[in-house]
């Protein structure tokens, strides 16, 4: 039996009937690891010692009945996420050294849930890139072809789950960190509906738009890792109180009938041909399943991509001036007073994108230049959610490309920032809109790298959207994972 070949819910299984233990997954995976690690470059930090540890927990829990859906399964976290006394450096050289004295909540909740934790994963510095080469640990490589970035900011969590390192990552979302390195990774990746998911203790790049979220390998899989990590916070203010509902129980109903919006706005001049063409395969195979097709207008979705580099620049302006040499992370030697002290641990801690980023959202923020730029970008925020509204009071769903390209080799765009950004033009509205999206494998283009279509729900859709992704999985078929020999 092959355990790094099994989906996270056969290895549950298998738990559960006791033919291996939680210890065998850990080692297996912790010898995936050592394999391939050195060249995939996906986590910053191990904690296998302690994964082992956890482990023998999760076969007590499990000899004591006491188990929950994933008790047992390993899982990597997005090096943004607080852990307590591990290293959380979210890339940067500012945070090189810090330990945080607490969990996030997200981390709370997998401890609980009985997974042991493999480590941390590698992403773009603060979460601002999208290719995974800002990294102050240099880049994680795509395991399809190590030539080729995994996608970003996430793209530690992403090549983590395909190099199959784990079966489960957790990545954060701001414009489409989980849903881009999901599609060139060739596996499942979910953005929530913001507030669904606790932000506690999750270091922010723009807290209107973060949101953390699953991957893993299939559609079923990331709706059982989804309902262990949607639960209200109390320490959250925008965690959204009310119940869940179970997402895995959400699985397996008949399509017919179900109503799929497509925009002709994302289907535009750059888009690469053999992605237009995997996605259209996807639309009739979900017509096939009796779903109804209907031709929609997103039409502010232009507009979404500026909009969302400023609103986020200028969040992301103030939430790092928290970073100033004075109550943690870097601090400069080079000290004659405290102004001093504050511009060069600021100018030696951060790298170029994180600096680019502060300094495009102060101009937006600043006298004069506010209500021409940040205000301006609220507004027509607010279209794009209406434009969704009014599109979700014809359809149940909709379905996009994720992303205009397949994965891109490193270097190819990393001195041109705004062909970078343009790789996050079909995911951004959904963080601008607050509505659930995924993204999961629909084929592989001629030089083998993977395709991700795009599915959209109405605000706390996640089941519809859920339910039509697993009917979509079944009807087009795994592409499988990348071999990565060793």
Known sequence: MEILNRSALELRDLLDKREISSRDIVEAYIKRIEAVEPRVNSFVTLTLEEALKDADRADEMIKNNTQTVLTGIPIALKDNMSTYHVKTTCCSKMLENYLPPFDA?????????????????????FAMGSSTETSYFGPTKNPWNLDYVPGGSSGGSAASVAARETP???????????????AFNGIVGIKPTYGLVSRYGVLPFASSLDQVGPFARNVADSAALLSVLAKHDSLETTSLKGPRPDYLNALGRDIKGLKVGVPKEFFIDGLNKEIEAAVK???????????????????????????????????????????????????????????????????????????????????????????????????????????????????????????????????????????????????????????????????????????????????????????????????LGSIGLPTLEV
């Open 105 to 125: 909540t997200v981390v709370k909740l997998v401890k609980e849930a009985g997974m042991p934790i493999l480590g941390k994963t590698n992403m773009d510095e």
């Open 168 to 182: 489960f990552s957790l990545g954060s979302d701001t414009g489409g960190s989980i849903r881009q390195p999901a």
């Open 281 to 475: 395969k996807a639309l009739d195979a979900l017509k096939a399943l009796g779903a109804e097709i209907i031709d929609i207008c997103l039409p502010h979705s232009d507009k979404a991509l500026a909009t969302y580099y400023l609103v986020a620049t200028a969040e992301c302006s103030s939430n790092m001036a928290r970073f100033d040499g004075v109550r943690f992370g870097h601090r400069s030697e080079n000290v004659k007073d405290s102004v001093t002290m504050f511009k060069h641990s600021r100018a030696e801690g951060f790298g170029p994108e994180v600096k680019r980023r502060i300094m495009l959202g102060t101009y937006a923020l600043s006298a004069g230049y506010y209500d021409a730029y940040y205000l301006k970008a609220l507004k027509v925020r607010r279209l794009i959610k209406e434009d969704f509204d009014q599109a979700f009071s014809q359809v149940d769903v909709i379905v996009t490309p994720t992303t205009p390209s397949t994965a891109f080799k490193f270097g190819e765009k990393v001195q041109d920032p705004v062909s970078m950004y343009l790789s996050d033009v079909f995911t951004t509205t959904a963080n601008l809109a607050g509505i659930p999206a995924l993204s999961m494998p629909a084929g592989l283009s001629s030089n083998n790298l993977p395709i991700g279509v795009q599915i959209f729900a109405p605000r706390l859709g996640e089941e519809i959207m859920l339910n039509a992704a697993f009917a979509l999985e079944k009807a």
